[in-house]
C-alpha cells in the first residue's frame, strides 16, 4: 500500500519529492509562494506522466519550453486533479477554514498518514534574527507552527514530520519550541527531535537541520504503538564536488547558458557513481536549466582572487580587498560575502539568499582567470540539494535560486521517508496480527 500525506509549507517541493521516491502519494501541497507552486504543479505533472508511460510529454515540454510562461501547456495534458493537488494559499488563521475544506475534498474521505513540512524558517535563523533584530520578536512567522498544529489536530496522521533550522529550538528563549512539544503533547501525540546534517546522509551539503518527527501515542486505549523516531544510518561522503556532482555538465562562463535550454551530458551515466546512486541524473537523457549569471568585471576580479586563495588553504575576507574593489559601505560584517563552492569535498549550507547573487556560491574554476571565474548556476545549485536534474524550477532566475535554496535535500527526504515507512508498515502488521 501507498501511504498518504500532506506537504505543508511545501515550497518547490524537496521533501515531497523525497517521500514520493520512497513510494507515498501526496494527497496536497500548501504553498503560499506563486513560481513554487508552478513548479510543484509541474513535478506534479511529471510523476503522473511517468506512472502512466508518457514522459514524451514532459520531455516535450522542457524542449518546448519558453522564458516568461508557465506550464500551463504541460499542466493541460494531465487530469485537473493532479493540478488540483497543489494548492497557493498562504497558511493562517483566516485561511484555515477554506484550506480545510479544499484538502478534505482531496482527502476524499480515506485517512492521512503522513503530515511534513516545516514553516518559512527566517524567522528562527541566525541570519534572520541578525537582519531584522528585534523587530524579529514581533514577526508573525514565529507562530506558523500553531496552523501546523491545526492540521494534526483535524487530520490526525498516524505521524508528522516537521523541519527547520537549530534556531527553533532556541528563537525567543526557546518559547516557540517549548508550546509547539506541548501542543502536539496534547494531541496525544509524542514527540523527539534531531539535528541532521545532510552530508552524513548521502548529500554532498553540509547542511545542518532539526528534524522534528511526532507518532500517534496509542494504537488503541490500552496498548502503547511501536512507532519511534526514524532511525538514520551516519554515511561516509567519499565523493567530491567536482570529481562527482559538477563534471558531466557543460563548463560555461559568466552569463552564459539559458533558463530553458536543452543541456546535454559531457559523461555517460555509468561514469558517474554518485549522480547514479543518489538518483540526481533523472531518467532523462538531458537536463536544463544550466545558466550562470552575468558578473561585472569587479565581481570576477574578486572571484578569481577568491578561487586562487582557496586553492591556497585560505578564504578570502573583504576587508582585505583591494579599496577599488570594495563597493560595499560596510567592511566591518559579514568579511565572509565572498565564498568558494570546496571543489574537493561537500559544500556550504546553500540558503535562499542565493537568489540575490551568487558571491557565496562561487564556481570552484580550475586556472581562475577574470574571463572564466563565475558563480553556480541553477542546475549546480539544484544539484547540491540532490534535486533530481528532471526536475524544473518554474518562474525567473532569481526565482528558482529561491526554491532551490529553500528546500530541503531530496535525497535526506528520501532516507528519512524510508525509514519511517518501515515503522508504518510495522505497526500496520502489529495491528493485524492483533485483529486475527
Given amino acids: 500500500m501507498k501511504y498518504r500525506f500532506i506537504d505543508l509549507f511545501a515550497g518547490a517541493g524537496g521533501l515531497s519529492e523525497g517521500f514520493i521516491r520512497a513510494g507515498y502519494e501526496p494527497i496536497a501541497h500548501i504553498e503560499m509562494d506563486h513560481y513554487a507552486c508552478d513548479s510543484l504543479k509541474t513535478r506534479a505533472a511529471f510523476h503522473y506522466l511517468k506512472e502512466n508511460g508518457k514522459l514524451e510529454i514532459y520531455e516535450e515540454y522542457l524542449k518546448n519550453k519558453k522564458e516568461k510562461t508557465d506550464g ?3 499542466w493541460n495534458k494531465v487530469p485537473k486533479s493532479v493540478i488540483d493537488s497543489v494548492i497557493q494559499e498562504a497558511i493562517g488563521k483566516e485561511t484555515l477554514p477554506s484550506l480545510f475544506e479544499r484538502v478534505d475534498k482531496l482527502c476524499n474521505g480515506k485517512p492521512v498518514d503522513m503530515i511534513i513540512g516545516g514553516p518559512p524558517c527566517q524567522a528562527y535563523s541566525v541570519a534572520g534574527r541578525a537582519r531584522l533584530g528585534k523587530k524579529i520578536e514581533e514577526d508573525p512567522r514565529n507562530d506558523l507552527y500553531k496552523f501546523y498544529v491545526a492540521f494534526l489536530k483535524r487530520y490526525k496522521p498516524k505521524m508528522f514530520v516537521f523541519e527547520n533550522v537549530l534556531g527553533i529550538l532556541t528563537a525567543k528563549g526557546g518559547e516557540p519550541f517549548r508550546d509547539l512539544i506541548r501542543l502536539v503533547r496534547e494531541l496525544d501525540y509524542n514527540i523527539d527531535f534531531r539535528e541532521q546534517i545532510a552530508s552524513q546522509h548521502g548529500v554532498l551539503q553540509k547542511r545542518h537541520r532539526v528534524i522534528i518527527v511526532g507518532w500517534q501515542n496509542k494504537r488503541d486505549t490500552q496498548q502503547d504503538t511501536s512507532y519511534h523516531y526514524p532511525y538514520l544510518l551516519e554515511e561516509q561522503m567519499p565523493y567530491k564536488i567536482m570529481r562527482d556532482l559538477f563534471c558531466d555538465l557543460p563548463i560555461i562562463k559568466a552569463g552564459e547558458g539559458t533558463l530553458c535550454g536543452i543541456v546535454h551530458y559531457t559523461k555517460p551515466l555509468n561514469d558517474m557513481e554518485y549522480l547514479k546512486k543518489s538518483g540526481i541524473r533523472g531518467v532523462l537523457s538531458f537536463t536544463t536549466q544550466h545558466i550562470a549569471r552575468p558578473n561585472n568585471p569587479t565581481d570576477r576580479e574578486i572571484y578569481k582572487q577568491a578561487v586562487e586563495q582557496w586553492n591556497e588553504g585560505k578564504r578570502l575576507r573583504y576587508d582585505k580587498l583591494d579599496p577599488s574593489l570594495q563597493k560595499h559601505k560596510n567592511t566591518q560584517t559579514f568579511l565572509n560575502r565572498f565564498c568558494v563552492v570546496d571543489p574537493n569535498g561537500v559544500c556550504h549550507t546553500v540558503v535562499a539568499h542565493i537568489a540575490m547573487d551568487g558571491h557565496y556560491y562561487i564556481y570552484p ?29 518554474e518562474g525567473s532566475r532569481s526565482a528558482a535560486f529561491k526554491q532551490i535554496g529553500n528546500a530541503v535535500p531530496v535525497v535526506l527526504a528520501e532516507k528519512i521517508a524510508l525509514e519511517i515507512k518501515k515503522i508504518l508498515a510495522h505497526e500496520d502488521e502489529l495491528r493485524r496480527t492483533q485483529n486475527r
Fill in 72 to 74: 500551463s501547456w504541460l
Fill in 365 to 393: 574554476t580550475p586556472n581562475p582567470t577574470t574571463d572564466n571565474v563565475r558563480s553556480i548556476t541553477i542546475r549546480e545549485a539544484a544539484r547540491i540539494q540532490s534535486f533530481p536534474d528532471d526536475y524544473f524550477f
